[in-house]
């Protein structure tokens, strides 16, 4: 079993994490989240482009766009 380091009678298996820590975790893992979106959607980006360059632009509806 595991006891606490005040080493009192009663038995401390976890404790619960403060409203601080709850909310640092949370603003964590959104940063985590958008940093992972983004390295994601540049590294297909990147693998597109690198292919795609070389080959004519092909008719459509968007063609008319400047490039």
């Given amino acids: 079993m595991i006891r606490n380091f005040d080493a009192s009678d009663e038995i ?3 404790t619960t994490p403060s409203p ?3 909310q640092a975790r949370r603003r ?3 940063i985590a989240v ?3 979106i983004a ?3 540049g590294l297909i980006g990147q ?3 690198a292919r795609d360059a ?3 632009v092909p008719p459509g509806p968007f063609s008319y766009f400047p490039h």
């Fill in 12 to 14: 401390v298996l976890f």
């Fill in 20 to 22: 601080h820590q709850r």
């Fill in 28 to 30: 964590s893992a959104a």
């Fill in 34 to 36: 958008i940093v992972a």
């Fill in 39 to 41: 390295f994601a959607g």
């Fill in 47 to 49: 693998l597109s482009t």
């Fill in 54 to 56: 070389a080959g004519p």
